[in-house]
């Protein structure tokens, strides 16, 4: 069974960090894309940070030079490094991975990390 454990949300004031970690119980083998989504209330959930498994990035505009997404492929985890947090950024932060299995690609997700932000 594949599991994608978030970890590292919480509540932290404006102009603060966070780092939010993702554990992925799955042969590194088999891992693609590996990402970070969020969702607010009553909003879509939204891409915030992708890495691929050589270690290209893409980042949504709202965050650009404020997030680090990065990977540890030995450890089969992602890290979003999150710096001069702002109210916007509050949400549920969800970790995505592309995982072959089954004969095929398919998106897995883990249960969410709420991230706050508020002074």
């Known amino acids: 069974q594949v599991q994608l454990v978030e970890s590292g949300g919480g509540l932290v004031q404006p102009g603060g960090s966070l780092r939010l970690s993702c554990a992925a119980s799955v042969s590194r083998f088999v891992i693609n894309a590996m990402g970070w989504y969020r969702q607010a209330p009553g909003k879509e959930r939204e891409l915030v940070a992708t890495?691929?498994?050589?270690?290209?990035?893409n980042y949504a505009d709202s965050v650009k030079g404020r997030f680090t997404i990065s990977r540890d492929n030995a450890k089969i985890t992602v890290y979003l490094q999150m710096n001069s947090l702002k109210p916007e950024d509050t949400a549920v932060y969800y970790c995505?991975?592309?995982?072959?299995?089954?004969?095929?690609?398919?998106?897995?997700w883990g249960r969410g990390t709420q991230v706050t932000v508020s002074s």
């Open positions: 995505n991975a592309q995982i072959f299995r089954d004969s095929r690609w398919s998106d897995y």
């Open positions: 890495i691929t498994s050589g270690g290209s990035t």
